[in-house]
């Protein structure tokens, strides 16, 4: 687990809303998927200090993974 964001639970997200993805300031909307989706993070630190959050959406076996900067009052 990091400090910027709980990394051990994964992140419901509820189709047709507009869902902030922990730890950014970076929202996520699914629509036209009848399964759940659950968003799983990692955050990750440079060499440099960059601080990065990895999401990585699953659903229906199918993993998609996309990275934001983390939110300036995190990093």
Same mark, same amino acid.
């Given at each position: 687990?990091?400090? #910027?964001?709980? +990394?051990?639970?994964?992140?419901?997200? *509820?189709?047709? =809303?507009? !869902?902030?993805?922990?730890?950014?300031?970076?929202? #996520?909307?699914? +629509?036209?998927?009848?399964?759940?989706? *659950?968003?799983? =993070?990692? !955050?990750?630190?440079?060499?440099?200090?960059?601080?990065?959050?990895?999401?990585?959406?699953?659903?229906?076996?199918?993993?998609?993974?996309?990275?934001?900067?983390?939110?300036?009052?995190?990093?």
């Amino acid at each position: 687990m990091s400090d #910027l964001v709980d +990394d051990s639970r994964p992140q419901d997200i *509820q189709p047709n =809303t507009w !869902t902030p993805l922990l730890g950014t300031d970076a929202e #996520l909307l699914v +629509d036209g998927i009848g399964e759940p989706v *659950q968003v799983e =993070t990692e !955050t990750l630190r440079s060499r440099d200090g960059d601080v990065t959050i990895q999401f990585t959406l699953c659903v229906n076996g199918v993993s998609i993974a996309l990275r934001a900067p983390a939110a300036p009052e995190l990093g």
